[in-house]
Every structure is written in structure tokens, then in C-alpha cells.
């Protein structure tokens, strides 16, 4: 049937969606990424903690002085790896959070809206458990073209930053290195090398306060860009995995 509606994009419903993913952004740099701002005061902090936990064991009879300020150094430099190390995953976990979360909040979208014309539960459980690309298949099947779009290309970039985060080693290591290496960087990472990215694992795994950002604007754009409607017509066809679970009960 031409013009029939399929997906119903209610615009009361997309603010809240926008508005959500922004306030978890905005808190998320107020109560967890602002606690890194001074990671070099920190450090020298901790050098100087040292110091004061262990002057009372200083014997200038028997010990140099340069020795225990080495060892203070020392002590700021590992703290301020470790510090820096938590800032990391840090973001990486507010960034894995909030992609899971849009991508939960799309599937069920998108099994409210089929239930309003398809009540099989074979379908549901296949949106649910259909991998990404199977849901960029489903959508553009449908008529929303959008791995075209510059917004595609970023969420499909943090897709991958999310599962490396998750797995280390695997398929979406390997898809990030050609892909998107800008996410793997290293000590060689601005001399563009060809062979420098193949040696990047799962260590190397970064995402800047700026990468961070672009991979937010992405979702909102995603938000707002899906089509208020998408309607039924001559042109629409759904991938086979969605075909083949509808003809179930």
C-alpha cells in the first residue's frame, strides 16, 4: 500500500531523545571528566606526598639527597601515567555509555513503530539482536539513505572505538586501523608512515576531548536528521533477515 506509514518520528519524541543524550554529555564532563583538568599538579602532589611519607627515614649520614628527590620524581611521573591511564578510560567509557545508549534507544524505536503494523515477536527479537550494520540495512531498505551521511561516518567510527574498548584484539581493530586510525594513536602518529598504523593494538586506543564531542554531535544529528516519516511505497526494500522474520508468527 503506497503512502502507508511505517516509522512515526514524533517531533515531541525527538527532543526528548536529543535533550537526554546532551544532558548525559554535559554531566558527564561536570562530574567525571572535569575531575582531570590539573593532571600535572596532581603529580607533582603525589612527588611531594612521597617525600613527606618517607623524609623520616632519611639518614643524611648514610644517604644522598639526589637519590630520594629521584625517587619523589619518580613516584610523580608513575602517578601521573596511572592518572592518565583513568582520564582515558574514562572517556572511553562515557563514550562507550552513551553509543550503547543510542543504539538501544533506535531498536526500540524502531520495534514500537513495527508493532503498530506487524505483531509477530520473531521480529522484535531479530531488530533486537541484529548486528549494526543490519540496522543501517534495515533503515536504508526502507528509504532512509544514510551511509552517505558525514554524521554515518562518525558513528560508524565510534561503533568500532566502543568494541575495541570492549574486545582489545579483533575484526573491529582491524576495521579501526583501516579505517579510522586517527583512533589508534602512537609515538610515530603525526609522521604518517605507512607501516606505523599496522603495529597499533588495542593499547593505543584513544579518543580526545574534540573526538569525543564530534562522536556527540553525530548522534544528535542522527536524531535529528531521521525523517519525521517514513511511509511504505514501491521503492521500499527491506534487507532478507527482516523479510524472512516477518513470514513468522
Request: proline letters at 4%.
Amino acid at each position: 500500500m503506497a503512502n502507508f506509514t511505517l516509522f512515526h518520528m514524533w517531533d515531541p519524541s525527538r527532543q526528548v531523545l536529543i535533550e537526554g543524550h546532551k544532558f548525559y554529555v554535559e554531566q558527564a564532563r561536570t562530574r567525571l571528566l572535569s575531575q582531570f583538568g590539573d593532571l600535572e599538579g596532581e603529580a607533582k602532589a603525589a612527588e611531594q606526598a612521597w617525600l613527606d611519607k618517607h623524609d623520616r627515614h632519611f639518614d643524611p649520614d648514610r644517604h644522598d639527597p639526589a637519590d630520594f628527590l629521584e625517587a619523589a620524581h619518580d613516584a610523580g611521573i608513575a602517578f601521573y601515567q596511572l592518572l592518565s591511564d583513568m582520564k582515558e578510560r574514562t572517556r572511553l567509557s562515557v563514550v562507550a555509555g552513551m553509543f550503547h545508549e543510542w543504539e538501544k534507544q533506535l531498536r526500540d524505536w524502531l520495534v514500537k513503530e513495527i508493532k503498530h503494523w506487524h505483531s509477530g515477536e520473531l521480529v522484535a527479537s531479530k531488530v533486537w539482536s541484529a548486528d549494526f550494520s543490519q540496522i543501517i540495512d534495515l533503515l536504508e531498505g526502507f528509504g532512509w539513505q544514510l551511509r552517505t551521511a558525514d554524521f554515518y561516518r562518525k558513528l560508524d567510527a565510534c561503533r568500532l572505538v566502543v568494541n575495541v574498548y570492549k574486545h582489545g584484539t579483533g575484526k573491529a581493530l582491524q576495521e579501526l586501523r583501516r579505517d579510522h586510525p586517527e583512533y589508534l594513536t602512537g609515538p610515530f602518529s603525526g609522521l604518517k608512515l605507512d607501516w606505523e598504523p599496522a603495529i597499533r593494538d588495542h593499547t593505543y586506543l584513544t579518543v580526545s576531548d574534540e573526538q569525543f564531542q564530534e562522536f556527540s554531535d553525530a548522534v544528535v544529528e542522527f536524531w535529528t536528521r531521521i525523517p519525521e516519516r517514513i511511509f511504505k511505497t514501491d521503492e521500499t526494500v527491506p534487507p532478507q533477515w527482516f523479510l524472512r522474520a516477518m513470514q513468522k508468527p
